[in-house]
C-alpha cells in the first residue's frame, strides 16, 4: 500500500526566511505526488503535483517541490515566506492507474511569525 | 466558475441519529470523492463515485453510504451516530477518475455528534 510521511507536525518560520516542509513516500513504482494547503475552516487547495513530466514542480503562490526517486522523497519549498503562508499543508500520493483516491500525510502546520 | 458546494457547513446530531451530507460538484465533473478529517486520524478516504457507480470504498463500517445522481451530485449518509464520527467531511470533485486529474475540494460538513 502507498503512504506519505511528513516529518514534523508543526514548521515554524520568520517571515522572509525559507519554508521546507519535508514529505517521504512509500510506494513499489513512482506515484503521482500533490501536495495541499488549508486555512482555518477551509477545504483543500491544491499547491502543486508530480506526475513524472518534470522533477522540479513548481506551483502557485511560489512554492515548489522536487521529486527525489533515490531519496522518495518530494519536499516543499519557498524561498521566502509571507505571513499569509500560514496554513496546513499536506502532502499526498496517488497510484499511477487506476482510481484516483489519494492518500494523505498527517499535515504540517506551518507558523509565520513577523 | 462555481467551486464544489457542500451543504450544510455545520450540523449538530445526536448519538443514534443519522444524517446526509450533500455535495454538488463543479460542471462538469463527473467524479465524487469523500474524506473525512479528523484531529487524530487525519483525512481518511471515504469512497468515490464516478457516473452514479461506486469505484472504490475506504476502510469504513457500513454505516457510512453514499450515492451519485445523473448530474453528478452526491450524497452521503451516516447511520447510527457515534460520537467518533465527528470531523470535518470533505468531498472532492475532478473532472475523470484517473489519478492524474486534479481534485477540487469543497468547504467540509463540520459534523459534531453530542
Known amino acids: 500500500a502507498q503512504s506519505v510521511t511528513q516529518l514534523g507536525s508543526h514548521v515554524s518560520v520568520s517571515e522572509g526566511a525559507l519554508v521546507l516542509l519535508r514529505c517521504n513516500y512509500s510506494s513499489s513504482v513512482p506515484p503521482y505526488l500533490f501536495w495541499y494547503v488549508q486555512y482555518p475552516n477551509q477545504g483543500l487547495q491544491l499547491l502543486l503535483k508530480y506526475t513524472s513530466a518534470a522533477t522540479l514542480v513548481k506551483g502557485i503562490n511560489g512554492f515548489e517541490a522536487e521529486f527525489k526517486k533515490s531519496e522518495t522523497s518530494f519536499h516543499l519549498t519557498k524561498p521566502s515566506a509571507h505571513m499569509s503562508d500560514a496554513a496546513e499543508y499536506f502532502c499526498a500520493v496517488s497510484p499511477n492507474s487506476g482510481y484516483s483516491t489519494l492518500t494523505f500525510g498527517k499535515g504540517t502546520m506551518l507558523l509565520v511569525s513577523p | 466558475k462555481a467551486g464544489v458546494t457542500q451543504t450544510p457547513r455545520y450540523l449538530i446530531k445526536t448519538r443514534g441519529q443519522q444524517v446526509t451530507l450533500s455535495c454538488s460538484p463543479i460542471s462538469g465533473h463527473r467524479s465524487v470523492s469523500w474524506y473525512q478529517q479528523t484531529p487524530g486520524q487525519g483525512l481518511q478516504f471515504l469512497f468515490e463515485?464516478?457516473?452514479?457507480?461506486?469505484?472504490n470504498k475506504g476502510n469504513f463500517p457500513g454505516r457510512f453510504s453514499g450515492r451519485q445522481f445523473s448530474n453528478s451530485r452526491s450524497e452521503m449518509n451516516v447511520s447510527t451516530l457515534e460520537l467518533g464520527d465527528s470531523a470535518l467531511y470533505l468531498c472532492a470533485s475532478s473532472v475523470g477518475q484517473g489519478p492524474y486529474t486534479e481534485a477540487f475540494f469543497g468547504q467540509g460538513t463540520r459534523l459534531t455528534v453530542v
Open positions: 463515485y464516478f457516473s452514479e457507480t461506486q469505484r
